[in-house]
């Protein structure tokens, strides 16, 4: 998903924020990928006049895949914060940990990650409740069949 990043810093350039499903986010600028910074999470962006502009990706939390932009130390603001109810819908499969341990940790982390890809989807926003929802289902029975045979044959 493309977020446009405006800042008056970057002149007549088209700059956005590329959070593409798992990969990591990465800058573009007219739709190609912006210069690497020293760091990992840092790009060079020119503006109309050559002068180089460092822009900083920071990750939010773990459950919203779309970081802070930061632009010459300030932040800019490319999409609305999550609502609490959202990230119940991201993080309910975790409540596998409590269940399952491991197995239902890792499932229920396997869950967390794709409903956090749906939750910033453009889908409809019944459709991405009801996404995340079914994933959670999904999650649960897989832990079923996973797990379950396994705690038979440790004879629990």
Not at 123 to 139: E, H, N
């Amino acid at each position: 998903m493309l977020y446009p990043v405006r800042s008056v810093l970057f002149g007549k350039r088209q700059v956005s924020l590329d959070v593409s499903g798992l990969n990591e986010p990465k800058i573009l600028v007219n739709g190609s990928s912006a210069p690497q910074g020293k760091n990992k999470n840092q790009f060079l962006v020119k503006d109309d006049k050559g002068v180089e502009i460092l822009v900083e990706l920071k990750a939010n939390n773990f459950f919203d895949p779309v970081p802070s932009v930061i632009v010459n130390g300030s932040t800019v603001k490319v999409t609305n914060d999550l609502a609490w109810h959202e990230y119940l819908a991201i993080g309910l499969p975790l409540v596998l940990l409590f269940m399952g341990g491991a197995i239902g940790g890792g499932i229920g982390g396997g869950a967390v990650a794709i409903n956090r890809v749906i939750m910033r989807s453009e889908m409809d926003p019944a459709l991405r409740y009801l996404s995340t929802f079914g994933i959670g289902i999904v999650a649960v029975i897989m832990w079923f069949v996973i797990a379950s045979p396994l705690r038979a044959a440790m004879g629990r």
